[in-house]
């Protein structure tokens, strides 16, 4: 079945440690994004990517950087992770003129991270 | 700059009572508009889709509607039962490209008591 997969679902790590947050679909989409939601706070597109080496940044500045090698991958690095970095990140996929279940955007189940 | 705000922030009615959820959003020239349902500390699952041209999408007991003119959207929950209890959310987007990726309101935090 098409999806969308984040791991890990759960991150606690020191001050200064350089994270991946991994995120792939199976969806065929060529759009992907990166999400941040703060604890009962909306969600805010911080990267965005039209497809293999198109990495954007979106509404909300973030110190972490993505990268786009293939069509299915979007992982999110942070280099030097900091307690401001904790919060939770949501990776999805769109094809706005898709048909049937792949149409709209998908959404993964999010990585909540903490940095300690 | 979009602005999508949702009333009321919180909800709670028991079980059974039929609901309106509302969205409004600042800029009308949308894409489309698409409601999510978001389960504490999980990801966010896709309830409908209304493209700009459309009116209304109904889905069980849910339905959507739209007024792109107005810059209104509703979700009407029939028959509330205490499993919807969750946060749903509005989004809007402003292009098929999907370039800008989506506008969330803040949410409404739904209880339905048993």
């Known amino acids: 079945e098409a999806d969308i997969y984040q791991t890990p679902r759960y991150l606690v790590i020191g001050t200064g440690k350089k994270i991946t947050l991994e995120c792939s679909q199976t969806m065929g989409h060529d759009k992907m994004y990166w999400y941040q939601q703060d604890p009962g706070m909306e969600l805010h597109l911080i990267h965005y990517s039209y497809g293999v080496n198109s990495t954007e940044k979106g509404d909300l500045s973030s110190e972490s950087t993505v990268s786009r090698i293939r069509t299915e991958h979007f992982p999110l690095t942070l280099e030097s992770a900091r307690p401001s970095h904790t919060s939770q990140y949501l990776c999805a996929s769109s094809d706005p003129w898709g048909q049937g279940a792949n149409y709209g955007y998908t959404f993964g189940s999010g990585t909540r991270l903490t940095v300690v | 700059k979009q602005e999508v705000t949702q009333i009321p922030a919180a909800l709670s009615v028991p079980e059974g009572e039929n609901l309106v959820l ?93």
């Open chain 2, 22 to 114: 509302n969205c409004s959003f600042t800029d009308s020239a949308i894409y489309n508009l698409q409601w999510f349902r978001q389960d504490p500390g999980k990801g966010l699952t896709s309830l409908l889709l209304i493209q700009s041209s459309q009116r209304e999408q109904t889905s069980g007991r849910l339905n959507a509607s739209l007024d792109k003119s107005s810059g209104r959207s509703t979700l009407y929950i029939a028959a509330s039962q205490p499993g919807d209890s969750a946060t749903y959310l509005c989004a809007v987007s402003y292009s098929g490209g999907g370039a800008d990726g989506l506008t969330f309101g803040k949410g409404t935090h739904l209880i339905i008591q048993p």
